[in-house]
Each structure stands twice: as C-alpha cells, then as structure tokens.
C-alpha cells in the first residue's frame, strides 16, 4: 500500500479481554516496529521486527504481550487480559532494511485503544 | 537520566520567529530522526541525519556526533508549524529511542 496501515483505528474493550491489532507496513520494508504512547506520555518502543524475526522484544511490558509477523509483512500485536493501563495509541511502523542511510522510518495512523 | 533528552519541554513563538529545539543523547548511535506529530497524533518523520547538516524548506537539521547534540531549526514560523517535536535515536537493532518531546505553538 501506499503507507503503513493499521486496523482498528479506534478500539474500546472491557477489562479482561483480549484485543488482537494489526499493522500493514509499506510493502517491500523488511524493518517493523511497534510503539506506544499512552496519555501525555512520549513514546515507548515495544517490539522490532526484522523479516519475521523478533531481535529485540525488549520493550513488551509484560507477558500478556506478544506479536508475531508473518510473511514478513502484516503484523499483529496481541494483548491478552486488558488492563486499563493498557489504554493508549498503539504506533505501527517500518522502514526498507537495517541501519542504512537513507532508511526513513514510516508511522502508520495510529490504534487507539481504550479499556474500560 | 534518558538516554535523550529534549529542550525545551514546551516553546511558544511569534508568527515569522526563528525556533531552535534542541537534542542531546548519551548513547552511541548510528543515525539520528526528528519527527513531527501533529494534534491528531500522526507522526511525520522530517529529517534522519547520521552527520552534517540536512535543510527541507524552512526546517534545518544539525548534528554533532562528537558533542552527541542534535538542533532544529524551524525559520520564519507560521501557526501550521504548532507541534510536538521529537528526537529519536537509532541505535544497533534499529531500535528507535525517543525524547519526550517539544510542544511547540506559534501564535499568528
């Protein structure tokens, strides 16, 4: 596609459920990374892809994260029992490969996620 | 202490005033982003710079890798600049490390 593409934009869900969201990067970008800001805060980095590989999983705040690319395209971040500081914007985004000048990294939109 | 630290926090100006946002890191890097993230919260990235100087229109980005120092310069501003400003540093994995931010407004 044109951009980095995320779904749902928008997402409210009851405590204790689990929520699965998705990330389309720029088609041909081999480097995905999820981020999250919650309210007033700056951003947090969570996971790094490279390919379908996982190098860094370092920021996941606990193990009710997970995410898994396949294909080496779509992304999906799931987080299971939602707690409500969960409750943020989940950022999706990618760039064409590893540490090269050059490499612009690309957002998407944005899932904003709300536990009630 | 972060990794990156922004100055200032929050910065007002005068419609056509020269801005400077400023970025110092500690880590060693291989490349170093401004982005820009408007009200809305879409995140536009402006310049990645690893040495030297990079100019798009009216946005200047330096950096100093010795002194570890990043600036943005925005000149002649106008209110469609107001924004949240922000560093963000690329270490070995890509991992991105991010300041927290300059929340910029420009007054017409």
């Known amino acids: 596609g044109a951009g980095v593409s995320q779904s749902p934009s928008n997402k409210v869900t009851e405590k204790g459920k689990d929520v699965e969201l998705r990330c389309d990067p720029i088609s041909g970008h081999t480097a995905l990374y999820w981020y999250r800001q919650s309210l007033g805060q700056g951003l947090e980095f969570l996971i790094y892809?490279?390919?379908?590989?996982?190098?860094?999983k370092s920021g996941l705040p606990s193990d009710r994260f997970s995410a898994e690319r396949t294909g080496g395209s779509v992304s999906t971040l799931t987080i299971q029992r939602t707690q409500q500081e969960d409750s943020a914007v989940y950022l999706c985004?990618?760039?064409?490969?590893?540490?090269?000048?050059?490499?612009?990294?690309?957002f998407g939109e944005g899932s904003w996620l709300t536990v009630v | 202490k972060n990794e990156v630290e922004q100055s200032p926090q929050n910065l007002t100006a005068q419609e056509g005033e020269f801005i400077t946002i400023n970025c110092s890191y500690s880590?060693?890097?291989?490349?170093l982003h401004w982005l820009q993230q408007h009200p809305g919260g879409g995140i536009v990235s402006l310049f990645m710079l690893s040495s030297g100087k990079k100019k798009h229109g009216r946005l200047i980005a330096t950096i100093n890798i010795q002194e570890k120092h990043s600036s943005l310069h925005i000149t002649a501003s106008h209110p469609r600049d107001s924004a949240v400003y922000i560093c963000a540093v690329r270490r070995g994995t890509d991992k991105l490390i991010f300041g927290t931010g300059t929340r910029l407004q420009v007054f017409p």
């Open positions: 880590v060693g890097i291989s490349a």
């Open positions: 985004a990618s760039s064409a490969g590893q540490g090269r000048e050059g490499n612009t990294i690309y």
């Open positions: 892809f490279q390919g379908n590989s996982a190098p860094d």
